[in-house]
């Protein structure tokens, strides 16, 4: 049986990423693969084992059709590699850190795709960005305010089939949340 896509969504700074890296373990347990994506981000910006490549490497990788899924966020680029077809024909589940933007064409392509959205109250969210210091304050505002344009739509519209994850506890507590997610 194909494997399923799981397509983790939620604003910049919701834990998207600790949440990955915190149930690294647990979902290879299960067979799970994490997706490591593409991004035109400048090497030294931490925050996510992603490759880094110059937005003219990209144009080439997306050219020659290295990418299932792309987007354009936040003035950068984001693929996820091809590879994640083998994985899904072979059996295996997929998890990707994906853009609430891209969420219809996601759809579209993955149709099977689980959808996960990470919530966390936004006054929570200002203080975590903050903390995490990865983009300046101007940065911070303008993705506050992407979120803020996002979350409420995202739930109106398209609450079928979306899970939401609230991570404004412990990370520990999201794991359990996550993994029982995958389980039903
Ligand atoms: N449950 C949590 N409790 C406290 N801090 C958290 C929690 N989840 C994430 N963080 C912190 O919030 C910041 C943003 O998390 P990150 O994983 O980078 O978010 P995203 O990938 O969604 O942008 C990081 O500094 C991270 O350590
Ligand atoms: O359409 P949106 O839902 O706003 O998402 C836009 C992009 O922002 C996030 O990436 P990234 O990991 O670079 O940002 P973050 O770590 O700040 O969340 C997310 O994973 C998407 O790639």
């Known amino acids: ?15 998207k990423d600790s949440l990955l890296d915190a149930a690294r373990p647990r979902l290879a347990e299960r067979g799970c693969r994490i997706v490591r994506r593409v991004i035109t981000r400048s090497a030294e910006a931490v925050g996510e084992a992603a490759q880094g490549v110059s ?5 080439v990788m997306e050219a020659q059709g290295a990418f299932a899924l792309s987007w ?37 392509r993955y149709p099977a795709s689980l959808v996960l959205l990470l919530t966390v109250d936004q006054a929570v969210l200002r203080q975590r960005l903050i903390a995490r210091g990865r983009e300046s304050l101007a940065d911070i505002e303008e993705r506050l305010a992407r979120n803020a344009r996002f979350t409420a739509q995202l739930i109106a519209d398209d609450a079928t089939g979306v899970f939401v994850l609230d991570n404004s506890g412990p990370l520990e507590h999201t794991v359990e949340r996550l993994l029982h997610c995958l389980n039903v």
Not at 55 to 59: E, G, K, L, N, S
Not at 86 to 101: E, F, H, Q, T
């Open 1 to 15: 049986m194909a494997g399923r896509l799981i397509y983790l969504i939620g604003p910049s700074g919701s834990g």
């Open 55 to 59: 937005p003219a490497q990209f144009a």
């Open 72 to 108: 354009q966020a936040n003035g950068l680029s984001y693929g996820i590699p091809k590879d994640i077809d083998a994985w899904l024909a072979a059996g295996d589940d997929v998890l990707v850190n994906g853009s609430r933007a891209h969420l219809a064409q996601t759809r579209e």
